[in-house]
């Protein structure tokens, strides 16, 4: 028996160990032949692109990216063929469910539109869009729908819940890609709250001169992701009377059709629904170090606090000579929202998951955090100028995240054991020990005091 128990154990590493090297296969097939790039980023000696390596682990969660750049960049191709591949369903279907912004979008066009003939009839019945069906969505443009038309998606994009008429679906698996052109003004014409929703930024950069002359090589192996003939039937499907839940259950039966498919004609394995649940009951279980965990709440406090007015408002500005002015809070006009956090760990873990180690830690956090922090950092107008002219090789928003990022990073290093321990009081303070607390020049301390206080 205990034999036979520790092959099961061994056998469920091998099949855990195998879906991880599937991931890394899709992120290099897609790597060497669709999206050429430069390796922008590198992490525990390993370089990738961070564009590549983020969408794959929205994918993974799900999560939801925002991809930024130049016209003609990849940003809606490379979101195609990793959703493509990734949740294994023809190219096909994946372009007929894009989404294109635009001033004129509707939400019949987005979301669902009524069926007329039922209308006639005096029923309401809701024909639903393959966008809102489908397990992972992907926007083109996304700022150029206006305000109105970006609140549309705030909810559903957050909950994977989309209602029309009197009718509701809830999507089991909710993968979100946008891409927005740069524009002449700051926040890429997205309002707060539709930025806010998107856990990552990444930028799609132009690889270079000489790989650029090569991207039309990309167009013929594009071709073998095709299926017009699987994508028709999920179509049919799509657009059928069944029950959505109906639906998506024959729309799984063809995804793994389609990747056994693709397994036979270009030797990699498009992952299955049952193996994106393994893949993320992984990921989840993963633990977050003490050093990632004291860093992480370190940065929230800095991006959140004020002493003179409880916690950074829109429209409360720091006063000069501020005790804190060498610290985030004094240049930032707003406070973090608690959607940073969730999109931190959450990816963290992946990054983990996806490298092979046992638990996210510091190194993994610092990685994460500017790409979670540069689309809901709002600067002061001084700050931000001074900066503007830096010679830098990311976008603005993303070079400052990294900045701020590295200096809260140095911060702690200094006092990471005192940090530490302050925590460790604070526990047990609340566990009933009087003990006194440790002060220090940092809003940690200060935040620390206030939750025993309001214990």
Not at 187 to 208: C, N
Not at 210 to 235: D, F, Q
Request: glycine share 4%; proline share 3%; hydrophobic share 35%.
């Amino acid at each position: 028996m205990a034999k036979l128990k520790n092959f099961s154990i061994c056998q469920a590493k091998i099949n855990y160990m195998e879906l991880r090297d599937r991931v890394k296969e899709i992120y290099d097939f897609v790597d060497e032949n669709l999206y050429y790039n430069v390796k922008d980023i590198e992490i525990k000696g390993k370089k990738f692109n961070s564009t590549l390596l983020f969408s794959i682990l929205t994918c993974c969660l799900p999560g939801k990216q925002l991809v930024v750049g130049e016209p003609g960049m990849g940003k809606t191709t490379s979101s195609e063929h990793l959703a493509c591949l990734f949740y294994s369903l023809p190219l096909e279907l994946i372009w007929s469910s894009v989404v294109h912004g635009n001033p004129e979008q509707t939400e019949e066009k987005i979301v669902g539109r009524p069926d007329l003939g039922k209308l006639n009839e005096g029923k309401e019945e809701v024909i639903w869009s393959a966008f809102a069906q489908l397990p992972v969505k992907i926007v083109d443009e996304i700022n150029r729908l206006p305000p109105s038309k970006q609140d549309l998606l705030l909810d559903s994009v957050d909950r994977g819940i989309w209602s029309y008429l009197n009718e509701v679906i809830i999507n089991e698996e909710n993968c979100f890609f946008a891409t927005a052109n740069y524009t002449e003004t700051t926040g890429f014409e997205l309002t707060p709250r539709m930025l806010d929703r998107f856990d990552i930024i990444v930028e799609s950069k132009h690889p270079g001169a000489i790989l650029s002359y090569e991207v039309i090589e990309s167009r013929e192996i594009e071709k073998k992701l095709r299926n017009p003939t699987l994508a028709r039937r999920a179509i049919e499907i799509l657009n059928s009377k069944l029950e959505y839940e109906n639906k998506m259950s024959k729309i799984e039966e063809i995804s793994n059709e389609y990747s056994d498919l693709i397994n036979e004609k270009l030797g990699i394995s498009p992952i299955k629904k049952k193996e994106r649940i393994k893949l993320r009951e992984e990921i989840y279980k993963l633990e977050m170090d003490k050093d990632a965990e004291a860093f992480s709440i370190v940065l929230l406090a800095e991006l959140s606090f004020c002493r003179r007015y409880g916690q950074k408002r829109t429209n409360e500005e720091c006063l000069k000579g501020c005790h804190y002015s060498e610290y985030l809070c004094y240049r930032l006009k707003s406070c973090i929202s608690n959607r940073f956090p969730q999109s931190l760990i959450s990816y963290s873990k992946a990054l983990a998951w996806f490298l092979g180690d046992s638990q996210a830690d510091i190194e993994h956090v610092i990685t994460i955090a500017p790409y979670a922090l540069a689309h809901r950092l709002r600067w002061r107008e001084d700050y931000y100028m001074g900066i503007l002219k830096d010679e830098r090789s990311d976008f603005i928003e993303l070079y400052l995240a990294k900045l701020c990022v590295n200096e809260v990073l140095k911060r702690y290093r200094e006092q990471s054991s005192r940090i530490k321990l302050a925590f460790k009081q604070a526990a047990e303070a609340l566990e009933g020990n009087k003990n006194e607390l440790l002060s220090g020049d940092h809003p940690i301390y200060e935040e620390i005091r206030r939750v025993v206080k309001n214990y």
